[in-house]
Every structure is written in structure tokens, then in C-alpha cells.
């Protein structure tokens, strides 16, 4: 069990640059350096991961760790590469929350800004991927309208909807090797029995947390399990697509303003492992109680829990759920509309909340040339932003 705790934690603590860098890191140790398992069952791994909802390298550690060591082995997978990154936004809540005056603190100011680079460099790289042709480009931006129109996760949810319904009907030619090769059976923690009751929790938790927040059971604590266990369950696309769901979700009730949100968000960019421990600055940094470190376990807790009984419950069904031609179409779809969704992020509200005086542009424009063209790694292009937005700051210029 050690050796599959050590092994992820060692990645949690080195992998930086996003859920795609984290797929190739994850390839690297367990296919190429420790041989846990070939090309062919890693891929098919992956495409489970992408086909749920969630964060697909956590939900891609976590299956992996089950291969291994079973269910007690995807808990260490976890909490290894997941961990150190809630403790470092942890850590970050506490300092923010000592800083005072965020709106004036040019350094957050700086952190938003270069969260609207991180975003953009986002939905390019994903677009060229997934949205390789006029329809599915088509699809990308009908859904981005979509969710402009329906802000919240009514427009999520519709356009990831209407992604999978046109899906259906795009052009079935170039449909990924990796999803109908033939491999071996992927392992299964729980027999069919075991995952029917995961799925079936899954779908208690999500249709019922919400009628018991609404009618004021378990307060302030199960409101938060409600609304972060809700993103983790409705988002496809990984950490970036999540910002709109958590954004809706903590912002218009007043747990906390825009500003120490986005400044949350561009500070999960400079540390590694997966941006959903987000969650966790989150929780911590929350005015109503909880918060602080119980308010940051918890929803760091509530926002994977989905991940983990969807895994559970899918495993034993996917061999024969991947193989169906209209499952694989969907999905085509899904992935284009997710597309949309980020585009949708960029402008509101990364954009609208932190882009304002022409220095604070230029300074966007800087961030992105460093991620594009000269490949400078993420958790450094946060960390000069943050100190160029100080400079100018203490310069005079606004930022």
C-alpha cells in the first residue's frame, strides 16, 4: 500500500501544468517507469475518466490506485496526489484572510490576471483537440451562448445536454483508437452488486442534498456539501470547467466576493495537482462557519466525493457501455460543448472581474505570450504576475 501512496504523492507534489500535463505525468510514471500496467489499458482508463463527470486526472489517479491496491489503494492514490495541493490552497485561505484589503492588493490583482491567460490558453488547447471541425466549432459556440443566456447550472446542464444530443448526429469517422481497441478488462474494486449501491448513492446525494438543504436540515455545513457535491457531479471537463459551477454556487449568496474567489483561482495555478483543491481554499476562506479547516475538508470532501462512486459504480459496466457507437458519439458532443462552457468562463467572470485599465490588459497579454510561446511553466507565469502586479502597484499604475 506504501508504494502506491509514495508514488502519487510524489506526483502531487511535482506535476504542474493542468489536467492534460497531468494525464502525460501519470502516463510517464505507471506505463513507462513503473509498468503497472501497458499502453493499452492506460488509454482505456482515460477514456472511462473522460466519459464521466469530474476531474479526469484525479479520477484517472484514483482508478489507477484501485488497480493496484483495490478501494483502499484509490483512497492513497488520492489522497497522494491531491493532498498536497488542499494543503497549500489551505494554507493560502489562512494568508489571504490575514493579508486584509484584497480588493487593493495589487499581488491578488495580479493573480486574477493571469487567471484570465491560464483560461484562455485553456479553451485554445482544448479547442484544437475537441473541436477539430465547423460543427463541432458550431457546437462549442452555441453552447457558450447558451450558458450566457442561462447563467448557473440550469445553462450547464443545458448545454452539456445539447452537446450530447447533436453528438448523436455529428459525422462518426474519427472516433479516438483508444476507445474501441481491444484491451484487457479494466480491474474492478466491487462486485456488480457493490457498484449498483455506489451508483445508487450517487444518485440519493444528488437529487436528495438539495431538498434537505432547501427545507434547512444540517444548516450552513449540508448547504455546502449540497452545492460543492452538485459540481463535482455536473462538471465535464476537469478543473477549469468548474470555476462557472463553484463561482455560481459561493458568489451570489455573499460566502465570499468575487475578488477573493478569483484571487483563489489564480493562486490554484501555481501550485500542483489537480484544481479541483480548489474546493478547499474555498471552504477555508468562507465567512459563514464552517470554514477555516473544517470548512476546507469539507468541501474538498464534498466536491470528490462524486468522483469516487461514479468510478465505483461504472468500472464493472464500462467494458461493454464503451464499445456502443451512440455512447462514443455523445460524448464527441459533450466534449465540444465543454468547449463552450470554458469560453463562457473566460468572459464571465474571469474577464469581466479582473480585466479593467490598459496595464492590467498588458499584463494578460504577457501572461499568455509566456504560457503559448515560450512554454514557461504555469506555477511561474503566477508567480511573475504576481510580483509585476506589485511593482506596478507600488509605481502608481493601475493595474
Not at 490506485?65 to 494543503?87: I, K, T
Not at 447558451?146 to 448557473?152: E, I, R, S, V, Y
Not at 474494486?189 to 437529487?207: D, E, H, I, S, T
Request: net charge positive; proline share 8%; charged share 10%.
Amino acid at each position: 500500500m506504501s508504494d502506491v501512496f509514495l508514488a502519487f504523492l510524489r506526483l502531487g507534489l511535482t506535476s504542474f501544468g493542468g489536467p492534460v500535463a497531468h494525464l502525460g505525468y501519470l502516463r510517464t510514471e505507471f506505463v513507462a517507469r513503473r509498468e503497472w500496467l501497458d499502453e493499452a489499458a492506460y488509454a482505456d482508463v482515460v477514456a472511462l475518466c473522460q466519459f464521466l463527470p469530474g476531474p479526469a486526472s484525479s479520477q484517472v489517479a484514483v482508478a489507477l490506485g484501485m488497480r493496484r491496491a483495490g478501494l483502499v489503494g484509490g483512497l492513497l492514490a488520492w489522497l497522494g496526489f491531491a493532498g498536497p495541493s488542499a494543503l497549500a490552497m489551505l494554507l493560502f485561505a489562512y494568508g489571504v484572510g490575514w493579508a486584509g484589503a484584497v480588493d487593493r492588493a495589487p499581488w491578488l490583482h495580479g493573480l486574477k490576471l493571469v487567471a484570465v491567460a491560464v483560461v484562455a490558453q485553456a479553451v485554445l488547447g482544448m479547442s484544437r483537440n475537441l473541436c477539430p471541425d465547423r460543427a463541432r466549432a458550431t457546437l462549442a459556440v452555441a453552447a457558450a451562448v447558451l450558458a450566457l443566456a442561462m447563467p448557473g447550472a440550469a445553462g450547464q446542464l443545458a448545454a452539456i445536454a445539447l452537446g450530447a444530443a447533436i453528438g448523436l448526429y455529428l459525422p462518426r469517422e474519427s472516433v479516438a483508437p483508444s476507445v474501441v481497441a481491444p484491451v484487457a478488462p479494466l480491474a474492478r474494486p466491487v462486485a456488480p452488486f457493490g457498484a449498483g449501491l455506489a451508483l445508487a448513492g450517487f444518485a440519493a446525494l444528488l437529487f436528495g442534498l438539495p431538498a434537505l438543504a432547501e427545507a434547512g436540515f444540517g444548516g450552513h455545513a449540508l448547504a455546502l456539501v449540497d452545492r460543492f457535491y452538485r459540481a463535482g457531479s455536473l462538471v465535464f471537463g476537469g478543473g477549469h470547467v468548474v470555476l462557472p459551477l463553484l463561482q455560481q454556487a459561493v458568489v451570489p449568496p455573499g460566502w465570499i466576493d468575487n475578488s477573493r474567489f478569483l484571487a483563489g483561482y489564480g493562486a490554484a495555478q501555481a501550485v500542483p495537482g489537480p484544481l479541483f483543491s480548489f474546493a478547499a481554499y474555498l471552504g477555508a476562506a468562507m465567512s459563514p462557519a464552517p470554514n477555516g479547516w473544517a470548512g476546507g475538508l469539507l468541501c474538498l470532501v464534498a466536491i470528490y466525493l462524486p468522483s469516487f462512486l461514479l468510478l465505483i459504480g461504472v468500472l464493472p459496466f464500462w467494458e461493454g457501455l464503451r464499445r456502443r457507437p451512440a455512447v462514443r458519439a455523445a460524448l464527441r458532443g459533450v466534449n465540444a460543448a465543454v468547449v463552450g462552457l470554458l469560453l463562457a468562463a473566460l468572459y464571465t467572470p474571469v474577464w469581466t472581474s479582473a480585466v479593467g485599465p490598459p496595464a492590467g490588459f498588458g499584463l494578460v497579454c504577457l501572461a499568455f505570450l509566456a504560457l503559448m510561446a515560450w512554454r514557461v511553466p504555469p506555477w511561474l507565469v503566477v508567480l511573475l504576475g504576481a510580483v509585476l502586479a506589485s511593482a506596478l502597484g507600488w509605481a502608481g499604475v493601475p493595474v
